[in-house]
Nanobody, 116 residues
């Protein structure tokens, strides 16, 4: 069963940038599609971006043009580069598989706070 460990979150000013990372366990990581999700206080967890095993990507409209998802299969790691950050991007960011492959057990997530 795949496990996820997110890291790299922190406090950043509006307009700033941050990169979060997700280390995934499993010997067949290279075969998995991956995704970033986020959950803000009082809101449902939402899908932010996806990347297939071949590198094709999708993005939520709210982050399109600002965020970039990437992966390094040799390191079993997926990244989310976040630019032009806005206060509404404040959330706990999680990685997992995209629908319909989402795993039942989530990692701890990493907190991203956008504030001046």
């Amino acid at each position: 069963q795949v496990q996820f460990v997110e890291s790299g979150g922190g406090l950043v000013q509006p307009g700033g940038s941050l990169r979060v990372s997700c280390a995934a366990s499993g010997s067949i990581f290279r075969l998995y599609a991956m995704a970033w999700y986020r959950q803000a206080p009082g809101k449902q967890r939402e899908l932010v971006a996806t990347i297939t095993s071949g590198g094709s990507t999708t993005y939520a409209d709210s982050v399109k043009g600002r965020f970039t998802i990437s992966r390094d299969n040799a390191k079993n790691t997926v990244y989310l580069q976040m630019n032009s950050l806005k206060p509404e991007d404040t959330a706990v960011y999680y990685c997992n598989s995209p629908p319909p492959f989402r795993q039942g057990v989530w990692g701890q997530g990493t907190q991203v706070t956008v504030s001046s």
